[in-house]
Structures are given as structure tokens and as C-alpha cells.
């Protein structure tokens, strides 16, 4: 396999890999001629199979390497090896601002310091004519040195090439940093979006968290369509007013409202910081507690910090922007169809349910004789939402009507608005919801219900049957490409670690690359080696691999196992019909 640590790509060394996401892995290397380690990053292996692709990564590559400024990370050099091509860049020892983030409250000085780095960075490059298209705290690096860097500068850019092979996570940027027009998969981009993705990186340092976030990237993206920027004071008091105006104006939906340049952004902004009188006073602004952002793992936070530290990060993936836009396409048009909530809303069913403003008003419908192409089980659902539209019961069966009837966006739609009808309480709700999802082996809904319904028995401990339930719906969930638009994979790790593992590995399998799916499955055995679903899927990637009598021993054993669950050993039957 290409890029194998200890082995020698062009000029450079592998020494080790230092991290791994949807689009390209990263690896330290050294360069013996000029005795200096660089950063190669190996693009994703998807990109090969478009046979343009190389032509054009080679005119991108070249624009972004005449980028010379002392708060860019330089690219030193670019080719290919066995066909995968990479970049070479300055390695930076230190660490990245989403690493800082959680470490606690940013001083004044250093929120200075973002603004004037990253804004400076970000304007020369616009004044060259490059977007950087994927600004976030991840792609913001503090070396040792006290410098900050921005990185990964048109590596979106270049991914465009192949964005026919590649997931949209990968392409278009983190769902919470993304702008609307990226959100809704237009071409024209210009420095605006770069704009708004900076404000929501500002946003994020002076009000303690970014202004959307969900459970699924598909909520995310459609607030930063649709749902007005929360303000910055309603979430932290201690937010100046001058400094909110300028948040507003960044974060406008439409393009046109925000600041002309980001040179127009970074001088408001530090107008208004001292405006306020807060330059040089680091607890004028608080940031929120990382532990008010997500759920406590039930897993055993030192043992998961200690395989966090050591493995590559993995970045979520999802399937392409054109599905997703096409996607909000249909939303837009189910505004006006029978099955359409006023305003068009996709509701967040994975998300928090204290975030979701429920709209409980349907409009009516006329009489099914008068709707001739609708199916009377689907007109009937609707008649009972109309005459009870605060009953999750109600919303569920026009859901599961809709379902049968293979309309999968508005089911999912009318399970969101279901599920928040319901309550985060609600055990016989969602426990009725996963059994009719799980019947019609529907596993990514099923998989996010289960996930709303483990955190209701965390005090006295989850049931076996609903953590198998959990299980199942999650590991047969990963094999579909579209699972991550609906169930974030963190979401996962909050209620079990190791079957997070167990999920992008076998995600990866299906979607992406076996040695990474590889790579997850040694995370899961170094936490939980005794967990049935790491021979299962060991037994999958065997499968994948060409390793036949490997694979069918392992699931002969998993098939007459009593101690495995019901849905394991069935499985494992299955699976062993398919060997020859």
C-alpha cells in the first residue's frame, strides 16, 4: 500500500501518520536533501477515479503554492505516488485553535490575535484571488513559536475536481462552519463565503459556542439556510453590543448584507472590541464549558481521552453535495406539496429537543376523492394530523405511511416532527417508533431513534433489549452511504465508544477505504476486544479482502455462539450464505 509509514514517497521519508479525514490523510515526513521534516498530505484515493482530476490538482496546486505570507502555511512541492496525489507542506509542531477551544477561555489577547492572523491571511488571499472555502478552528494552527497559520488553503478548491467521488463533508467544508451558498451547492462562491465561515469562527470564540449545531450535518446545513443567527447576548449576557452588530452583519444570509472584504470585517470588529472597553481583559468574555456542549459518555473518559490522543482524527463523511442539494431542492418544493409543513421546515429529529421551535400547524387538506394520486393509507395519516397536530402518535403514523409509500424525505420529516412532538422523555414513544422502523429494516431512522432513547435510561442503566437494539441498528445503519447526513458518529461515541469505532469502520468499509475501516477496528479491540461486533465486522473486511476461509470460520463460530445476541448470530448466518 502506498504512503506505508517507513517507506519513501519521492524525496520524503514517512515517518508517521498525524491524522486522517474524508478527503486526505497526513503524514510527517522528512526531506533528507534540505534536512527538515514537512507535512505531506495524500489526497483520498476517490480522486483517482476521475481521470481529469490530476490535471486540474496540478493548476490548483500551483496557485495556492505562490501564496507567501507569514500567516499561510506554505506548500512546498506537489506530485503523485502510485497514482495518489499529494501535497508538501511546512510542518508546524504545535497544535490546531479547535484544540485550544476546548482547553478552556480564550484570553482577549489571544482572540486579538485570531482576528488579526487569520483575517490578514484570509484577505491576502482573496487579494490573489484564492478562497479558502473550509475555514474553521481545525484548519487554524498554533506552532510553538507563537505564530498562527492558516492551513489547508484551497485543498476544498482541489477537491472540486473530484467532487463527483468524494463525500460533501469532504468537498464543501464542516457543516458548522458552512456558509448558505455553500450549504446549498452553488458554484459561484466568492470572498463572502469565506466571510461568513470566519464570522462563525468569531461568533464561536466571543459567545462560547457556533450559532447551529444538531445531531445530524442535514440540520445544520438547513439552519444555516433558513433559521435566524441566535443572538449573540440571548446566549451569553456578557456578549457587548457592539461586538453582536458586527456578528449580525458577518453572519447575514444573504451575501450581499455581509462585509465587502474581510479587511472591512477585521476593522469592525476590533472597532467595536474597543468600543466596548474589552481589549486586554480576557474575562470580559467567557467562554461556554466544553461539558455544556455534548452529552457525557457513558464510556470511560480516560480510556477514551488515552485512544483519542493516539489515533488519527476521522472526519465524518456524508454522500455528495449534489444529493444534498437536490435534497434541499425537494424540501423547498415540499413547501408547497400536500405533505409540507408551513415554511417549508425540515425538523431537527436528532437534535436536542430544548433547541427545536415546533410548528404544530398543518394545513388542511381537501377530501382524499379529491386526490386522486395519493395513496388513501398516506391521506388518511394526514387527516389525523390535521385533526390532532400535537399528537406524536399522529405524526408517526403519517411518518411510517410515508415511508412505505418510499417517500423518504418527508418521512423523515414527519418522524422529526414526531419525535419533538414526543418529548425527551418520552421512553413509550420512541420505544414504539423503533420497533415500526426497525419491522420495515429501516436502519438509519431506527439507529437515531435508539439514540434518542439510550440517554433516557442513563441512571439506572440501559435495558439489554434497547442497548441490542441500539447495536443493530447502528452497525447495519453504517453500511449505507447516506447514514451521516441523519446520525452524527460523535452522537454514537456519547453513548458507547467502541461502537462508534465499530461504525466508521464499517462505514469505511462500504463507502471508503478498507485500511481504514482497519484502522477503526483496531481502536475498538485496544477499548473492548470482547465485543461481539468486532469479529463480526473483522469477518466483513475478510469478506471484502478475499480472505474467504477466514471470514467463514469467524462467522461459523458467531452463528452457533449463545452468547451472542439474537441479531449477531443471524447475521452471521446470512453473511455465510453469500460465501461460496
Known amino acids: 500500500m502506498s504512503f506505508k509509514v517507513g517507506e519513501t514517497v519521492g524525496p520524503y521519508r514517512i515517518i508517521e501518520q498525524l491524522g486522517q479525514g474524508g478527503m486526505a490523510t497526513v503524514y510527517k515526513a522528512y526531506h533528507a536533501s534540505l534536512d527538515r521534516y514537512v507535512a505531506v498530505k495524500a489526497l483520498h484515493q476517490a480522486f483517482n477515479e476521475d481521470s481529469t482530476f490530476t490535471t486540474r490538482f496540478q493548476r490548483e496546486a500551483r496557485v495556492v503554492a505562490k501564496l507567501e505570507h507569514p500567516n499561510i502555511v506554505p506548500v512546498y512541492d506537489y506530485s503523485e505516488h502510485e497514482k495518489r496525489p499529494y501535497l508538501v507542506m511546512k510542518f508546524i509542531e504545535g497544535d490546531t ?86 450549504a446549498m451547492g452553488k458554484k459561484d462562491l466568492d470572498s463572502g463565503t469565506d466571510i461568513y465561515s470566519f464570522g462563525v469562527m468569531l461568533y464561536e470564540m466571543v459567545v462560547g459556542q457556533v450559532p447551529f449545531s444538531a445531531d445530524t450535518p442535514f440540520s445544520i446545513i438547513h439552519d444555516h439556510i433558513y433559521t435566524p443567527l441566535p443572538l449573540p447576548m440571548d446566549i451569553n449576557p456578557k456578549v457587548p453590543e457592539p461586538v453582536q452588530k458586527v456578528l449580525l452583519k458577518a453572519l447575514a444570509k444573504d451575501r450581499a448584507d455581509r462585509y465587502e472584504t474581510v479587511e472591512d470585517l477585521v476593522r469592525a470588529f476590533k472597532a467595536a472590541w474597543t468600543e466596548a472597553g474589552v481589549p486586554m481583559q480576557g474575562t470580559a468574555i467567557t467562554m461556554r464549558p466544553a461539558s455544556l456542549k455534548r452529552d457525557t459518555k457513558i464510556q470511560d473518559k480516560a480510556t477514551a481521552e488515552r485512544i483519542e490522543a493516539s489515533q488519527p482524527v476521522v472526519k465524518k463523511r456524508s454522500s455528495s ?184 469502520g464499517r462505514y469505511a468499509l462500504y463507502n471508503g477505504d478498507i485500511n481504514e475501516a482497519k484502522l477503526q477496528l483496531t481502536n475498538v479491540e485496544k477499548i473492548k476486544p470482547d465485543m461481539y461486533e468486532v469479529p463480526l465486522l473483522k469477518a466483513e473486511i475478510e469478506m471484502k479482502n478475499g480472505s474467504l476461509r477466514i471470514a467463514k470460520d469467524i462467522l461459523t463460530a458467531l452463528s452457533s455462539d449463545l452468547g451472542a445476541a439474537t441479531w449477531i448470530r443471524n447475521f452471521a448466518s446470512e453473511l455465510l450464505k453469500t460465501i461460496p
Open 97 to 182: 485553535l479547535k484544540a485550544r477551544f476546548q482547553r478552556g477561555v480564550l484570553s482577549s489577547q489571544e482572540i486579538e490575535q485570531v482576528v488579526s492572523s487569520v483575517g490578514s491571511a484570509l484577505g491576502y488571499a482573496h487579494q490573489q484571488g484564492v478562497l479558502h472555502r473550509d475555514i474553521k478552528p481545525s484548519n487554524v494552527l498554533l506552532s510553538t513559536e507563537g505564530i498562527m497559520y492558516l492551513a489547508d488553503f484551497g485543498l476544498a478548491r482541489m477537491a472540486q475536481a473530484g467532487e463527483s467521488t468524494l463525500s460533501s463533508d469532504s468537498i464543501m467544508g464542516t457543516p458548522q462552519y458552512i456558509s448558505p451558498e455553500q
Open 321 to 504: 453535495w449534489v444529493w444534498i442539494s437536490i435534497s434541499l431542492m425537494i424540501i423547498v418544493c415540499l413547501g408547497l406539496s400536500l405533505f409540507a409543513y408551513r415554511n417549508g421546515l425540515v425538523r431537527r429529529f436528532f437534535a436536542q429537543p430544548t433547541t427545536v421551535v415546533i410548528n404544530t400547524t398543518v394545513p388542511n387538506l381537501p377530501p382524499a376523492s379529491v386526490m386522486p394520486n395519493v395513496p388513501p393509507e398516506i391521506a388518511a395519516a394526514q387527516e389525523a394530523v390535521n385533526q390532532n397536530p400535537g399528537d406524536p402518535n399522529a405524526h408517526l403514523a403519517l411518518s411510517l405511511a410515508l415511508w412505505d409509500d418510499g417517500q423518504t424525505m418527508p418521512a423523515i420529516q414527519a418522524l422529526t416532527q414526531a419525535a419533538n412532538l414526543a418529548g425527551p422523555a418520552n421512553r413509550e414513544f420512541f420505544l414504539n417508533a423503533a420497533q415500526e422502523y426497525k419491522k420495515r429494516e429501516a436502519w438509519v431512522p431506527t439507529a437515531g431513534i435508539y439514540l434518542r432513547l439510550a440517554p433516557m435510561y442513563r441512571d439506572e442503566g440501559v435495558p439489554k433489549d434497547i442497548e441490542e437494539g441500539l447495536n443493530e441498528s447502528v452497525y447495519k445503519a453504517s453500511e449505507n452511504k447516506d447514514m451521516p447526513l441523519f446520525v452524527f458518529f460523535d452522537r454514537v461515541d456519547a453513548i458507547s465508544l467502541p461502537l462508534g469505532y465499530i461504525a466508521r
